[in-house]
C-alpha cells in the first residue's frame, strides 16, 4: 500500500512529490492495533506522535477511500503526463531505430549523423523531437533527445560535455520555475528520465569511452545501457559480453538504472535484483513487420529466418520495454526527481546561497515571473 501510494503520488504531479523519497507522513492517532515491523519502519519517528492502523475488517463499513484510485486516474488522464528520454551511442547503432520500436511509431528520425564537417569540428549537437502518444485515453508527451556525433569523432575527448551541460540546463530550468514567485500549477518537465546508452557489440569488454561516458552521466541521470544490434553475436558471445560489461561496471563503480541504493521494500528489491542480473539488454530493433506462422510479428529478414524482435527467446528487446514502459516509467520519473534533480537542487542551492528573500524578481527574466496559471492545467 505504502509503496502504491508513493507511485500514485508521482502520477498526481510533481507538486506533490515534493517530499523526497524517504519522507513518511506521520498521523496522530491513538494506538488501537499494533504495527507490523514493515508499516513501522514507514514511519517516522516523531517524539509524541503515535500511529494506529485501521484496516477494513475493523471498520464499521464501507467508508470509500479506494474511491481516490478513481480520482487520481481520472486526473492523470486528463493532464497527461511527460516523459523524455535520451539516446546515446555512435552513429549507426541503431538508437533511432531501437526508439522507433519501443514506441511502435516513428518518434525519432532515421539518421541524425552529422556530415564529415560536422564530425571534424568535434561537436556533439543535441537534437530533441516530441510526439503526444494516445492510447486508450492516456496521453503521454514524449520527447526523445538524440545525441548525433557522440563518440564519433577522432579525438573523442570531453564529448560527454553536451551531454551533462544539456541534463543539467533541464535541472536549472525546473529549479527556476519551482522557485519562482508566481510558480506554475504544473512546471513543464524537460528532465531527461531516462538516458539509454547504445554499446557496440563488439564483445570484447567496455571501452574507455563507455566507462568515461557512464561514471559521469550515472550520476546526474538513470542510464540504462544496452547492447546494441544483438543479432551480430551468438548466444555464448551475447552472455560472455553481458558478463564481462558488469564485472567493468562494478569495478568502475558506475551506477546503472535500477540503483540497488533506491529500492523501495524488499518486493522491490527481489524485482530490481532480477534486472540488474540481466543488464545490459542485448537489443534488436526495426520498422518492418513480417508474417510468422500467419501472425504480423516486428522482426529482421536474414537468409536464415527472422529475429523476432519481440521474442524473448531471440533477443532482450521485451525485457528493455516492459523496463521503460510498462514497469518502472513512474519509477523512472521519480527518482529523477526525488534522487537526480534533488541532488542538483541541493547543490545549486548552497553554491548560490539562495533562499526564499534573495529570489526577487530582478534576478529572473522578467518573462519567468508572468507565468499564466491557467495554461499548465495540463501537462501537455
Ligand atoms: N543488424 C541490425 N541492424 C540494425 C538494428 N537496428 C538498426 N539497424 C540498422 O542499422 C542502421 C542504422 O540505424 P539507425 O537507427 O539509423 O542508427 P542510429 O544510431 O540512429 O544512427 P545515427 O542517427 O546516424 O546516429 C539501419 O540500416 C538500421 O536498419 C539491429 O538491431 N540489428
Ligand atoms: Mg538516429
Known sequence: MEEREEKERGIMGQEQEDEGRKDGHAVNMNVQNSLTEKEENCVDSVPGLQISVIRGTDLFGYVGIEAVLDQMR????????????????????????????????KVSRKSCTPNYEEKISKTVKLHSISHIIEEKGVKMKLTVIDTPGFGDQINNENCWEPIVKCVNEQYEKYLREELHVNRKRRIPDTRVHCCIYFLPATGHRLRPIDIEFMKRLGKIVSIVPVIAKADTLTIDERLEFKERIRQDLAANGICVYPQREYDEDPDEHILNERIRESIPFAVVGTDKEHQVNGNKVLGRKTKWGIIEVENVAHCEFANLRDLLIRSHLQDLKDVTHNIHYETYRVRRLNESNMNFSELSLSTWPLENGTADKSDSESHL
Do not use: D, H, P, Y
Not at 86 to 102: A, R
Open 74 to 105: 481520472r486526473k492523470t488522464m486528463k493532464a497527461g503526463f511527460e516523459f523524455n528520454i535520451m539516446v546515446v551511442g555512435q552513429s549507426g547503432l541503431g538508437k533511432s531505430t531501437l526508439v522507433n520500436t519501443l514506441f511502435k511509431s
